[in-house]
């Protein structure tokens, strides 16, 4: 089965960039669609961004989109989000996942076992 660990978050000022890593053991996700979800606190779990087993194709929720940047490397067996210009409202745990689509898709889809998650505060 699967395991994934999240990466890379931190303390960073409004305005600031991270960049976070899922680096998946147990298997090859060479052939999955990949997600990163975050869950504000007090609020439930969101799509972020989303990226094809070819790399080639992205998909991002409104709120994050020309801001983060989700890429892969299959030979790391990894999958990043880069975080740009961060804002207050980015502060949530960060969680990366096996999803079935590059669309329509809510962390209920997710496929695999769910890590601990990244923790990413935004101050203001």
């Known amino acids: 089965q699967v395991q994934l660990v999240e990466s890379g978050g931190g303390l960073v000022q409004a305005g600031g960039f991270l960049r976070l890593s899922c680096a998946a053991s147990?298997?090859?996700?060479?052939?999955?669609?990949m997600g990163w979800f975050r869950q504000p606190p007090g609020k439930e779990r969101e799509f972020v961004a989303a990226?094809?087993?070819?790399?080639?194709?992205?998909n991002y929720a409104d709120s994050v989109r020309g801001r983060f940047t989700i890429s892969r490397d299959v030979a790391k067996n990894t999958v990043y989000l880069q975080m740009n210009s961060l804002k207050s409202e980015d502060t949530a745990v960060y969680y990366c996942?096996?999803?079935?689509?590059?669309?329509?898709?809510?962390?209920?889809?997710?496929?695999?076992?769910w890590g601990q998650g990244t923790q990413v505060t935004v101050s203001s």
């Open positions: 996942n096996t999803v079935p689509s590059l669309y329509g898709t809510s962390w209920l889809s997710a496929l695999g076992p």
């Open positions: 147990g298997r090859t996700l060479s052939k999955n669609t």
């Open positions: 990226i094809s087993w070819t790399g080639v194709s992205t």
